[in-house]
């Protein structure tokens, strides 16, 4: 072996493992992620365990994955390069889970409405920004509406959601 065949060697070596150790760091983030989702929808008296944890994890890494290839699929077949939400939908439908379309539907308006930037695509500049008590405040009514679409049932945390008010009329006043 010459002297840059083992160099060439150790570099691959190094990025193999640094790239091992990326994936590694992103696993445990998603793993955090859906356990803290795991606690979240259950009730406070349900334990799980480590192993279903796992098993629930594992369902929902290879369930994004099963859509992110379908819908791959579909934005190629549409001769695009970028996935767009309605390739999503359309690969919800070929799998199979077309009852959920809806919801997900749902859910992405509520995802625009809520991030939507105000200076690019509001209809004023002057949005007053939550507090963190009505961000709090908001995400656990979020989480209990959550709860209840999971469960079947009314949502047992009842949290008022102060009423919409016009941010440009506001700042009119």
């Known amino acids: 072996m010459r002297d840059f065949d083992l160099i060439d060697l150790s570099e691959k070596w190094i990025l193999w493992i640094l790239l091992a150790r990326q994936k590694r760091m992103l ?3 998603k793993v955090s ?7 979240e929808m259950l009730p406070p008296d349900v334990r799980v365990a480590r192993d279903t944890q796992d098993l629930l994890i594992d369902c929902c890494v290879e369930f994004i994955n099963l859509v992110s290839s379908e819908s791959n699929e579909v934005c190629s077949k549409e001769d695009r390069k970028t996935i767009a939400p309605e390739h999503v939908l359309k690969a919800l439908q070929v799998l199979g889970f077309g009852e959920y379309i809806e919801d997900v539907y749902a859910a992405y308006e509520q995802h625009k409405l809520e991030t939507m930037d105000p200076v690019r695509g509001g209809k004023c500049a002057n949005v007053r920004e939550m507090t963190e008590e009505e961000a709090a405040a908001e995400q656990q009514r979020m989480f209990a509406e ?15 959601k102060p009423p919409e008010v016009d941010p440009c009329l506001e700042a009119n006043s």
Request: hydrophobic share 45%.
């Open 33 to 39: 992620t859906m356990t803290k989702i795991i606690k």
């Open 27 to 29: 696993l445990s983030q």
């Open 146 to 160: 959550a709860r209840a679409r999971m469960n079947g049932v009314a949502p047992t945390v009842s949290v008022t």
